[in-house]
């Protein structure tokens, strides 16, 4: 999600977890730098995997991807790239389901 777009969302019952995928590298230090440049509020945990797990069990294809999980933990949206309405929409539905 785009720095404090997740904002909006903080005590509605939304978690936001950013996941670092690198493939070279220390994907660790790599991660740090990244929140702190780009100054993320939210938590960002790394994918150390060798060949990017987390990636391939969600389907990422480019960076950003924004995956949205409802509360039943099925998949709700999963975008590449940036779109905050479609985005919005994504957790105002999610919100929903019970």
Do not use: C
Not at 4 to 16: L, R
Not at 24 to 38: I, N, S, T
Not at 47 to 57: I, M, P, R, W
């Amino acid at each position: 999600m785009e720095k404090d777009f997740w904002q909006t969302y903080k005590g509605k019952g939304v978690v936001v977890l950013g996941v670092a995928v690198w493939a070279e590298g220390d994907a660790f230090q790599r991660a740090r730098e990244f929140v702190g440049k780009h100054k993320l509020t939210y938590t960002v945990l790394v994918d150390a995997s060798e060949d990017g797990k987390v990636a391939q069990l969600y389907g990422v294809v480019g960076v950003p991807t924004n995956v949205v999980i409802g509360k039943d933990g099925k998949i709700r949206y999963l975008k590449a790239g940036f779109d905050e309405e479609g985005l919005k929409k994504a957790i105002e539905e999610a919100l929903k389901v019970q």
